[in-house]
């Protein structure tokens, strides 16, 4: 059956190739750090300083980075897809945007945005959040100099899940493309995609935690699999 409306679930595989590190390296570590030293409230509260210079840099080198064919592929499909399409990505960089995907939530937040922990406000932000000679940087709508990443730390909600659970039970086709299967609840999107009785699909690298989960598994690099997979679906509809 050619599917209509689709949910594709993006992690940290697909810009890989890019040179963007994933985050289970085989050491465990993400990039030389304990992901509870670095990627929680707690670590905020005990180290700022460390957490606000980590993101710092991974916020520069997106500078150095560019979207590779899988990121290309997915901008395509959206631009031409007739039916609904929603990604849906776990990462932070800003690769499907500069890809040109519209049809696009970062559920983890973004790199480039900054979270007032006091007003709550986010907002675009290109450059350090650590404090510079001239002090912390500030809000831009209420001036307190209480920013941090606008990142999904564990412990904390996944933004857009509203939006994300009602496209996946309407989907027909779910497709999860280079995560490792290791973070709720976008690891649980398989389970849900199945019970709204959408086919469901997995192109990963290698086989993941989730696999059996899935009716048809491709492994591979994701700059193969993902133009191969976008050129099949809309050749089903005849683009
Ligand atoms: P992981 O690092 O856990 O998994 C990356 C997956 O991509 C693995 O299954 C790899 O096999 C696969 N992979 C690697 N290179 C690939 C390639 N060239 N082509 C295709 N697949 C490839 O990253 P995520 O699953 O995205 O959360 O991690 C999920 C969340 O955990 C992240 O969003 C982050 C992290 O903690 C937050 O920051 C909140």
Redesign the pocket.
């Known amino acids: 059956m050619t599917p209509r409306n689709l949910v594709i679930l993006t992690?940290?595989?697909?810009s890989?190739?890019s040179g963007v590190p994933?985050?289970?390296?085989p050491d465990g570590l993400?990039e030389g750090h304990r992901?509870e030293d670095v990627?929680t409230p707690q670590a905020f509260r005990r180290d700022p300083v460390l957490v606000q210079r980590f993101y710092d840099l991974r916020r520069a080198a997106l500078a150095k980075v560019e979207p590779n064919a899988?990121h290309h592929a997915l901008a395509r499909l959206d631009a031409e897809w007739p039916g609904e399409l929603l990604l849906v990505t776990?990462?932070?960089d800003d690769l499907h945007d500069r890809a040109g995907s519209r049809r696009l939530r970062h559920m983890?937040?973004e790199l480039k945005s900054a979270l007032c922990a006091g007003c709550g406000a986010a907002m675009p932000w290109e450059g350090d959040l650590s404090n510079t000679d001239a002090g912390a940087p500030a809000c831009r709508r209420c001036g307190a100099a209480r920013l941090r990443p606008d990142?999904?730390?564990?412990g904390e909600m996944p933004y857009h899940m509203e939006a994300i659970a009602a496209a996946i039970a309407a989907c027909d086709l779910f497709v999860s493309?280079?995560?490792?299967?290791?973070?709720y609840p976008?690891a649980g999107f398989v389970d849900w995609a199945r019970e709204a009785g959408a086919a469901t699909l997995e192109?990963?690298?290698?086989p993941?935690a989730g696999t059996p989960l899935f009716d048809e598994a491709r492994h591979?690099?994701?700059?193969a699999?993902v133009p191969a997979w976008v050129a099949e679906v809309l050749a089903a509809v005849g683009r």
Not at 151 to 154: E, L, T
Not at 177 to 183: N, Q
Not at 203 to 206: K, S
Not at 220 to 223: D, F, K, Q, V
């Open positions: 992690g940290a595989g697909i890989a190739e994933t985050f289970r390296g993400w992901v990627a899988a776990q990462n932070v983890h937040g990142i999904v730390w564990f493309i280079g995560t490792s299967g290791a973070v976008a192109l990963n690298l290698d993941s591979g690099p994701a700059t699999l």
